[in-house]
């Protein structure tokens, strides 16, 4: 089957960079992509990373090791707004479709 | 705004009775995919249908069906509700035709079902 793990909470400041992991566990793969989520509010796609390296758009950049099966989303010059759920998500290569499977989430807590 | 349009935005209900939950894609959008995200899970994909068809089936319980209708609306039902049926339901679409695939759903705004 396929799994991800990514932290369940992670706290920071104002102004602060801050680093979400996620490793993934899948027979085949297609790319690992990224979600924000504010609380009860619909989930949005932030980057997405199909080879190794770094994507960058704007504060947030994205990153893939393959060889590795890890992925980790890089928000910089956090800002209160950011506090919110953020998924790493792959292809469901079980299925003949293109759905997404995704992590548990990782609850960001941006303080002043 | 994503462009998906879900109704009912709440939903209350009591046990053993059935809801239909309404999904329309974005202009364009060939998939529809429905998840389910209750308080302590993350997002569990239920199903998938791509022009009509359905394409693939992930954690979706038997009381539980979905269609996707000519204009490409789609509607998920759920019968015979249990307590734990309580959840937020998202729908998503995406694939336009020729669009490349960037691993993008554009997710509705979710129907908040609860049972009692």
């Known amino acids: 089957g396929q799994s991800l793990e990514q932290p369940s909470e992670v706290t920071a400041v104002e102004g602060a960079i801050v680093q979400i992991n996620c490793t993934y566990q899948?027979?085949?793969?297609?790319?690992l992509s990224w979600y924000q989520q504010h609380d009860g509010g619909a989930p949005t796609f932030l980057s997405y990373?199909?080879?190794?390296g770094l994507e960058e758009t704007g504060r947030f950049s994205s990153f893939l090791s393959r060889s590795d099966s890890y992925g980790y989303l890089l928000l910089q010059e956090l800002q209160m707004k950011d506090s919110a759920s953020y998924f790493c998500?792959?292809?469901?290569?079980?299925?003949?479709?293109?759905?997404?499977?995704f992590g548990k989430g990782t609850t960001l807590s941006v303080s002043s | 705004d994503s462009g998906v349009t879900q109704t009912p935005k709440h939903l209350i209900t009591a046990t053993g009775q059935r809801v239909t939950l309404r999904c329309s894609p974005r202009?364009?959008?060939?998939?529809v995919y429905w998840y389910q995200q209750s308080l302590d899970q993350g997002l569990q994909f239920l199903i998938q249908?791509?022009?009509?068809?359905?394409?693939a089936k992930g954690n979706i319980l038997e009381r539980f069906s979905a269609q996707q209708f000519p204009d490409l609306h789609s509607e998920l039902n759920l019968s015979s509700l249990e307590l734990g049926d309580s959840a937020l339901y998202f729908c998503?679409?995406?694939?336009?035709?020729?669009?490349?695939?960037?691993?993008?759903?554009?997710f509705g705004e979710g129907s908040r079902l609860t049972v009692l």
């Open positions: 998503a679409s995406s694939a336009r035709q020729g669009a490349r695939d960037t691993g993008e759903l554009f």
């Open positions: 899948t027979s085949g793969f297609y790319g």
């Open positions: 990373n199909a080879l190794d």
């Open positions: 998500a792959v292809r469901d290569l079980n299925q003949a479709g293109t759905a997404l499977i």
């Open positions: 202009s364009g959008d060939l998939s």
């Open positions: 249908y791509y022009n009509g068809e359905e394409r």
